[in-house]
């Protein structure tokens, strides 16, 4: 049966989405090269966070893209989502993670939350229900590269590293419900606007020294925005707890 050319052109256009998707796995290389490095500066950092951010940018609109040439019927034998999720568990754990090793933000003997930290994030990826129809992430959503640039950046060291890598490693076990920016709601879409002048900020602060007093008064204006998303995240979960409200499975992405 011969193929219409809008129908090619669909497939094509169902490809290069996949193709963009498929950028974060060149971005998390580059990462990989850095951190493997035997001398490693602030300069060394620095890019690999740049490298990170750039890996949200595509996760943040790939699905945007992938709903406009309805990547499933123009592509039906590849599942996008499998990729997706395969680049997101390296882009925001396992990277993340190892550059949290790499840059010696723990104390001696303690390498072992970085473990717990990566065991608690498959578990999270793997459950069936940690997106709710409602458009909401059950359980810390792994934002280890976030976790990853505020421990370094600000810094955090010693025993508040090891309690914070700790603390949220269990919150993933723990059925409280996470604003999922890309997906639609009131709270969503507040907290997609927001993050893109936080974005802004970081990439701004980034373009500084560690050392700069510009770079580190942009990070703490920066912490505002994480700060919000998980009390904000909290406090709906605390109010779900009081009214007795169960969170609905979603069906789909």
Not at 55 to 66: I, K, P, R, Y
Not at 67 to 80: C, L, M, S, Y
Not at 135 to 143: C, H, K, L
């Amino acid at each position: 049966m011969t193929r219409s050319p809008e129908s090619r052109v669909r497939t094509g256009l169902g490809w290069a989405v996949h193709a963009y998707t498929a950028t974060g796995l060149v971005l998390g290389a580059g990462i990989v090269a850095l951190l493997m490095q035997p001398e490693r500066t602030a300069d060394t950092y620095r890019a690999c966070f740049l490298l990170m951010l750039a890996a949200v940018v595509v996760d943040a609109t790939d699905g945007t893209l992938a709903r406009a040439v309805r990547i499933k019927e123009a592509v039906p034998g590849f599942d996008g989502r499998r990729l997706d999720d395969l680049v997101d568990f390296l882009l925001y754990t396992c990277l993340p993670l190892l550059l949290i090793d790499r840059a010696g933000v723990l104390p001696d003997g303690w390498r072992w939350v970085l473990v717990a930290a990566l065991v608690a994030s498959a578990y999270g990826f793997c459950q069936a229900d940690v997106k709710t129809a409602d458009g909401a992430f059950v359980g810390f959503p792994s934002y280890w590269n976030i976790v990853a640039f505020y421990l370094f950046a600000l810094p955090v060291s010693g025993g508040w590293a090891v309690g914070l890598v700790l603390g949220l490693a269990a919150l993933t076990f723990v059925p409280s419900r996470y604003p999922y920016p890309t997906q639609p709601g009131r709270v969503n879409r507040v907290m997609l606007v927001l993050s893109v002048p936080w974005a802004v900020v970081l990439a701004v602060a980034l373009a500084f020294a560690w050392t700069e007093e510009t770079f580190r008064s942009l990070v703490w204006v920066s912490v505002v925005y994480p700060v919000l998303y998980l009390g904000t995240s909290w406090a709906a979960s605390l109010r779900r707890v009081v009214s007795g409200e169960v969170p609905r499975p979603a069906v789909g992405d």
